[in-house]
């Protein structure tokens, strides 16, 4: 596609629901990274991945949290048992190479999820 | 631990003038630095990268400084105008991006 897709663009749900984000990145981008943002906040690093395996985990704030990306192409983060600090902007970015420092990342709009 | 830092303080500034942002980091050796763009309800957009043997880049009404002995970037828009109002981020790392908690600057008409 032309740009980054994000959706849903909103998400409502109630505490302890599972929740699914997907990301379709621009075509022929093999990196793929999950950021969230809190209200005010900068953006917290997640996960990227390479291609379909993810070399780095090391954001994921707990075991709720996971990803995964199909076919090198369209991700899914899901969030289980959802709480109410989940609540964040959560942002997918893609880039041509994998987790060079000097790839420029091209952003969706993000996902704003809202757990009452 | 690693720590990137901006200006706290939102900056307001009359239009025509010049906004300067400060990008400092800790414990990092960055070969590159990048600046983003982000607009309320968007995800950030790339502006500028600029090297460590780069002291200065430019793009257009923009010019980004890196000085890797002082471990800063500074960040100015020139002949500001108010669609520069925008939340502007820092960003750097070895592998992964990490960015800064962003500047928001407001230009007044």
């Known amino acids: 596609g032309a740009g980054v897709s994000q959706s849903p663009s909103n998400k409502v749900t109630e505490k302890g629901k599972d929740v699914e984000l997907r990301c379709d990145p621009i075509?022929?981008?093999?990196?793929l990274y999950w950021y969230r943002q809190s209200l005010g906040q900068g953006l917290e690093f997640l996960i990227y991945?390479?291609?379909?395996?993810?070399?780095?985990k090391s954001g994921l704030p707990s075991d709720r949290f996971s990803a995964e990306r199909t076919g090198g192409s369209v991700s899914t983060l899901t969030i289980q048992r959802t709480q109410q600090e989940d609540s964040a902007v959560y942002l997918c970015?893609?880039?041509?190479?994998?987790?060079?420092?000097?790839?420029?990342?091209?952003f969706g709009s993000g996902t704003q999820l809202s757990v009452l | 631990s690693q720590k990137i830092e901006q200006n706290s303080e939102a900056l307001n500034i009359q239009e025509g003038k010049t906004a300067t942002l400060t990008c400092n980091y800790t414990?990092?050796?960055?070969?590159?630095l990048q600046w983003y763009r982000q607009d309320p309800g968007r995800g950030p957009v790339f502006l500028l990268l600029?090297?460590?043997?780069?002291k200065e880049k430019r793009k257009e009404r923009l010019k980004v400084t890196f000085d890797t002995t002082l471990k800063q970037s500074l960040f100015h828009i020139t002949a500001s105008q108010p669609a520069d109002s925008a939340t502007y981020l820092c960003?750097?790392?070895?592998?992964?991006?990490?960015f800064g908690a962003g500047t928001t600057v407001t230009v007044r008409a």
């Open positions: 970015a893609s880039s041509l190479a994998e987790g060079l420092a000097n790839e420029k990342l091209f």
């Open positions: 075509s022929g981008h093999t990196a």
């Open positions: 991945f390479q291609g379909n395996s993810a070399p780095d």
């Open positions: 414990n990092y050796s960055p070969a590159y």
């Open positions: 600029i090297r460590e043997n780069e």
């Open positions: 960003a750097l790392g070895e592998g992964k991006l990490s």
